[in-house]
């Protein structure tokens, strides 16, 4: 494709990187510009709107304009608008945001360490749990183990925690310690007569297996999301979390719930830890904790965690640890209003409300040809598109089905996210049911296209 020269596509195509994006294919195919958002629609460059239903990337928790957040980061900055946490340097906005995060925290938590992204998040985690085993003598528990499929973020350490083959292929990774025990995608990999419990145990099985096989005494800390988002918003089936909790219980490994998209009411409760009773060690928490206006991520520690970390700095004189942008009040400022909007609308009082209609509205699309599953909780919820959906015949991978009717979703107005055949929904916090329902049109008309394009081919039962 030629590019109308100095237009906003040959721009970008001359000058940026895109994540997450097939860099030749982008060279021809050109960027969708997103130039303005409204509560849950956002608008491209020649107008068109859009439904967002997976709140950008799952983190435009209020939408994606806000007068009144514009509002704190302007007063913040003419105040202060930078400062730092080393050598104990502080300021205000970071020191609130860090009280309401323990207020809210969904087990008690001594402490709150900040940094800019989830990635981050669960980089300092790891690095913690690390430190944890070395303060209290055991260096060699320095293995850790997460699921496949599960993403936990970008940087070396993060992706290495992650268990998607792609983010790792062409880049050395994962690091050795990162070993990924079953994802329990009860739908798909579920035996014929298998109840979800008794999938939920054979899950515990192989972690235990795992462990037992690395050695128990050299695994660290086990890291979960509670549902599991970029993996295809995959729940856990009944009883899952209780057996993996006594396995690891059982070996003394610590638990890091990665709550950077389930976190602040995305689940129905406001951590994902509520809704699965999730007892964790650490929390690491990013997205939704400033509707994504402001870059800032948190990691929760226990009192287990802090104490060892006080012990260290006896030991080396100093928590060698920290981002220059950690705790920037402008980022903090914003996060804390967000909470107090949180709290005036009662955030997990209408994820509730508003999770029910969309489970109901995206629901009923299960009777739908294309649709073998669909699974949800709150305002999250994950479709399997299947060639046969009693049977659970896939597919065949080489029809793109989960990409055409994501291209079918967009030609009628909604931006989902695919994950394979498996369409994942996320919407905006304050979506209203109005807009739910409006998802739901647009989202049968796409299945309805392609539905009828994959009939012309004889690519259906
Ligand atoms: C569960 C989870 N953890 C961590 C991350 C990484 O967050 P970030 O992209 O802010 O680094 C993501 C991003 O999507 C995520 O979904």
Request: with cysteine.
């Amino acid at each position: 494709m030629t590019y109308i020269p100095n237009s906003i596509e040959a721009r970008d195509v001359a000058s940026l990187v895109h994540m997450q994006t097939n860099l030749r294919t982008h060279q021809r195919q050109g960027p969708d510009v997103i130039v303005r958002g409204e509560g849950c629609r956002v608008f491209d460059d020649s107008g068109r709107e859009y439904i967002d239903a997976t709140a950008g990337l799952w983190c435009a928790s209020l939408g994606f304009g806000s007068e009144r957040l514009a509002k704190v980061a302007y007063e913040q900055m003419r105040n202060l608008g930078y400062y730092h946490l080393y050598r104990h340097r502080s300021n205000e906005p970071a020191i609130a945001l860090a009280e309401t995060l323990l207020e809210l925290a969904p087990v008690p938590m001594a402490r709150v360490v900040f940094q800019c992204s989830g990635s981050e998040a669960n980089d300092t985690a790891i690095k913690l749990a690390w430190y944890y085993w070395n303060a209290v003598g055991k260096p060699q528990r320095s293995k850790i183990i997460a699921r496949r499929m599960a993403y936990h973020g970008s940087t070396c350490a993060a992706v290495s925690l992650s268990g998607k083959p792609d983010m790792h292929a062409g880049f050395g990774l994962p690091f050795a310690p990162f070993k990924h025990t079953e994802f329990p995608h009860y739908y798909r990999r579920h035996e014929p007569g298998e109840t979800q419990e008794e999938f939920s145990a054979r899950m515990a099985e192989a972690l235990e297996t795992l462990i037992q096989a690395e050695g128990a005494d050299t695994i660290a800390a086990f890291f979960a999301e509670p549902v599991m988002g970029a993996g295809g918003a995959i729940l856990p089936p009944r009883g899952y979390f209780e057996r993996i909790q006594a396995v690891l219980r059982k070996y003394d490994i610590l638990f890091v719930a990665d709550e950077v998209i389930c976190g602040f009411a995305r689940t129905g409760e406001m951590w994902g830890c509520q809704t699965f009773g999730i007892r964790p060690d650490m929390v690491t928490s990013a997205k939704a904790l400033s509707a994504a206006m402001q870059p800032i991520s948190a990691v929760l520690v226990s009192e287990r965690i802090h104490a060892a970390m006080l012990a260290q700095s006896d030991k080396f004189g100093n928590f060698a640890h920290g981002y220059t942008y950690a705790g920037h009040p402008v980022a903090a400022a914003v996060a804390l209003e967000v909470q107090k909007i949180y709290a005036e609308i009662d955030i997990v009082g209408r994820a509730k409300r508003l999770g029910a209609v969309l489970q109901s509205a995206l629901g009923r699309l299960k009777a739908h040809p294309l649709v073998g599953d669909v699974q949800g909780v709150g305002l999250i919820l994950g479709m399997e598109l299947m060639r046969d959906g009693e049977g659970r015949i896939p597919f065949d991978a080489a029809l793109n089905v989960g990409a055409r009717v994501e291209a079918a979703a967009k030609r009628h107005g909604l931006l989902i996210r695919v994950v394979g055949d498996r369409l994942v929904f996320a919407p905006p916090l304050v979506i209203e049911a109005a807009e739910i329902e409006d998802v739901g049109q647009r989202l049968e008309r796409a299945l309805d296209d392609v539905a009828q394009d994959l009939g012309c081919e004889g690519a259906l039962r």
